[in-house]
């Protein structure tokens, strides 16, 4: 099973961006299709942003549609998530995520929380007003 390791969490200004990044081990990343989503505290994980493994499709949430961008480079064995414009409301654990190994055609793009097998252990970001 894979491991992932987020990091690049932090504390931002509303308006301003952060990066995150999470590491997979292993030698098999681009068997993975990845993604991101993110728990508000007294609400549930909630669907962010996927890539299919090819790295050539993406899927957003309607809520960060056009702020947030998901890529991987698959020579470092590394996802991203870009959050540009960020608002109070995006405050929440951001957990990166992928999928079973070799699910899916090299551009399955996954959409919803299920189409995940494995999870890191999550990094805090928080956006003040």
């Known amino acids: 099973q894979v491991q992932l390791v987020e990091s690049g969490g932090g504390l931002v200004q509303a308006g301003g961006s952060l990066r995150l990044s999470c590491a997979a081990s292993?030698?098999?990343?681009?068997?993975?299709?990845m993604g991101w989503a993110r728990q508000a505290p007294g609400k549930e994980r909630e669907f962010v942003a996927a890539?299919?493994?090819?790295?050539?499709?993406?899927y957003y949430a309607d809520s960060v549609k056009g702020r947030f961008t998901i890529s991987r480079d698959n020579a470092k064995n590394t996802v991203y998530l870009q959050m540009n414009s960020l608002k109070p409301e995006d405050t929440a654990v951001y957990y990166c995520?992928?999928?079973?190994?070799?699910?899916?055609?090299?551009?399955?793009?996954?959409?919803?929380?299920?189409?995940?097998?494995?999870w890191g252990q999550g990094t805090q970001v928080t956006v003040s007003s």
């Open positions: 890539i299919s493994r090819s790295g050539t499709s993406t």
């Open positions: 995520a992928a999928t079973s190994p070799g699910y899916g055609s090299w551009w399955y793009t996954p959409s919803m929380l299920a189409d995940f097998g494995s």
């Open positions: 292993g030698r098999t990343f681009s068997s993975y299709a």
